[in-house]
């Protein structure tokens, strides 16, 4: 079956631009997941959602980024006035459920490379 | 933030030889997992070792916990050429995944 993917693959912007990253996790899954990972470093969580709802957004560095899950599945990115210190590989994962009391294996997408000019 | 700290950040060894693997983290976990990536994309889950469990096999790989110590080793026996990779540990905390930092492994043909 189909994995998690991501649109786009590779992304080029300027400083300043508005920007969206979207993620289509495995049919299914009620749990999304969005880390970042800088360059020779170990991914970053961001947010995650259960459902709709976003359960923990504590891992967003600032108000420039966003997530929004409507229908509780297909995920968006936002990132507003981008900066050149948000260029990074930009990665979805989903589960099955990500409820603490048992484990879900979480699958991860490719990635999306955001460079910011 | 990076929770844990992995060493060595790059190894390289030959072909056949085994792949010693360490991550350090800070906090008490539930499990502890280990991951896989190619060419910083697409991380790949290799084994998940519980916070009750010290040692756990998955065919050439095999992951120790040391929770007193709140350290993990993963071993990579006979390694291969397609082994080369960045390995990550990962602690499960909640729901999120806590990374370290990596080991790229280079593994000669």
């Known amino acids: 079956g189909a994995g998690v993917s991501q649109t786009p693959s590779n992304k080029v912007t300027e400083k300043g631009k508005y920007v969206e990253l979207r993620c289509d996790p495995i049919?299914?899954?009620?749990?999304l997941y969005w880390y970042r990972q800088s360059l020779g470093q170990g991914p970053e969580f961001l947010i995650y959602f259960q459902g709709t709802g976003a359960a923990d957004d504590s891992g967003l560095p600032n108000d420039r980024f966003f997530a929004v899950r409507p229908e509780g599945s297909v995920s968006t990115l936002k990132i507003q006035r981008t900066e050149r210190g948000d260029s990074a590989v930009y990665l979805c994962?989903?589960?099955?459920?990500?409820?603490?009391?048992?484990?879900?294996?979480?699958?991860f997408g490719p990635g999306t490379r955001l460079t910011v000019l | 933030s990076q929770q844990g700290e992995e060493d060595p950040q790059a190894l390289s060894i030959q072909e056949g030889e085994n792949a010693t693997m360490n991550c350090s983290y800070k906090?008490?976990?539930?499990?502890l997992q280990w991951y896989r990536q190619n060419s910083g994309r697409g991380l790949v889950h290799l084994i998940l070792i519980r916070s009750n469990e010290r040692e756990k096999h998955s065919g050439r790989l095999r992951v120790t916990l040391d929770t007193s110590k709140k350290s993990s080793s993963l071993l990579i026996t006979a390694s291969r050429a397609a082994d080369t990779a960045s390995y990550f540990c990962a602690e499960t905390s909640g729901s999120r995944l806590t990374f370290g930092e990596g080991t790229q492994l280079t593994v000669n043909p």
């Open positions: 049919s299914g899954h009620t749990a």
């Open positions: 994962a989903s589960s099955l459920s990500g409820r603490r009391s048992s484990y879900n294996e979480q699958f």
């Open positions: 906090t008490s976990i539930n499990n």
